[in-house]
């Protein structure tokens, strides 16, 4: 993988390109090429569900990066959406455009599953709240006295909806599987929990504890289905030091944790708009992006 330069400015949205605007997410904007889809990644940063004014400039490349860097190991387990002849149909597609390349990937056109696929390895989070309520994380009883940041006996798949707009819904695995079908819920579920089990283990050799992420999966027209959207990156994955991790309190990480946290100190009602994000919030959020990428990959 070659080494990331980034951008000294935000890419807030993406002009000029010659394809139709498909959907624009948060983050992601997507293009229609006919055949398949271009997926760029902006430096949007949004939290609490709301799209703060500016951005982190980087960020969206190192998404990506992080992204295919898991999809390229994430194959071996399950297919994924990329093209096999990735790099040429980017360079294809964003000539020109050059600068676009290392936050774009092109993918297949699918049909994504209604639900987001949450695997759980540490208690943390809404999970941890909930255990302090019940005793329990929705179907899943787990054994008395764990505290924030505890591992889990063994990881459990915790499925949500999947809002167009406000928060996402968690849901049982018997509503999950009434959504889904029978079979295509096993699938998923297997394939989740291999997948989450494969990120452990490889972000533990780089000194990285992955507690808790989610996937998205899409279906083929011939039924068949396929690992999408983003895979094991800060945005979709909560990720811990291991040399920090210490049960019993909340754990520095690699994900947005850090800008939520700065949000909740401020008066603001979470709702749009959100305030501006100061310059060392910035800058220490695209550091912490940064060095889990470098991590992961062993630049």
Same mark, same amino acid.
């Given at each position: ?45 949004s939290?609490?569900d ?20 898991w ?37 297949r ?5 209604? $639900?987001?696929?949450? $695997? ?6 809404? =999970? ?13 009883a787990? @054994?008395?006295?764990?505290?924030? =940041?505890s ?7 915790? @499925? ?9 819904e ?15 819920f ?15 283990e ?45 049960? =019993? ?23 749009? @708009? ?26």
């Open positions: 993988m070659p080494s990331v330069t980034l951008p000294a400015e935000a890419l807030m949205t993406v002009t000029g390109l010659p394809y139709p605007l498909k959907a624009k997410g948060k983050v992601r904007e997507v293009f229609d090429l006919g055949e398949h889809y271009l997926i760029v990644a902006t430096d949007r940063l939290a609490f709301v799209v703060m004014p500016n951005g982190v400039p980087g960020k969206g490349v190192l998404l990506t990066q992080i992204s295919l860097w999809f390229e190991q994430a194959k071996a387990i399950f297919p994924t959406h990329l093209l096999p002849d990735h790099a040429v149909a980017l360079e294809r597609a964003l000539r020109g455009h050059e600068h676009l390349i290392p936050r774009s990937m092109i993918v056109k699918l049909r994504p599953l209604p $639900v987001e696929a949450v $695997v759980r390895g540490y208690l943390a989070g809404s =999970g941890f709240k909930e255990y302090s309520r019940t005793g329990a994380i929705l179907d899943h787990l @054994p008395r006295g764990l505290l924030d =940041g591992p889990l006996p063994q990881p459990i798949f915790t @499925p949500s909806t999947k809002a167009a707009e406000g928060h996402d968690p849901i049982t695995l018997a509503r999950c599987e009434e959504i889904l079908g029978g079979a295509v096993r699938q998923v579920h297997d394939a989740s929990i291999a997948l989450y089990r494969m990120g452990k490889r972000a533990a050799r780089a000194g990285i504890i992955l507690a808790d992420t989610k996937f998205e999966f899409g279906q083929a027209e011939d039924g068949s289905l396929v690992l999408i959207d983003e895979v094991l990156t800060p945005d979709s994955s909560r990720y811990w030091p291991a040399a920090t991790w210490q049960p =019993g309190r909340a754990q520095p990480s690699y994900d947005k944790q850090f800008v939520r946290d700065w949000l909740e100190r401020q008066p603001w009602d979470k709702t749009a @708009p959100g305030p501006t994000l100061p310059p060392d919030v910035v800058a220490r959020t695209q550091s912490l992006y940064r060095e889990c990428l470098e991590r992961l990959t062993a630049r």
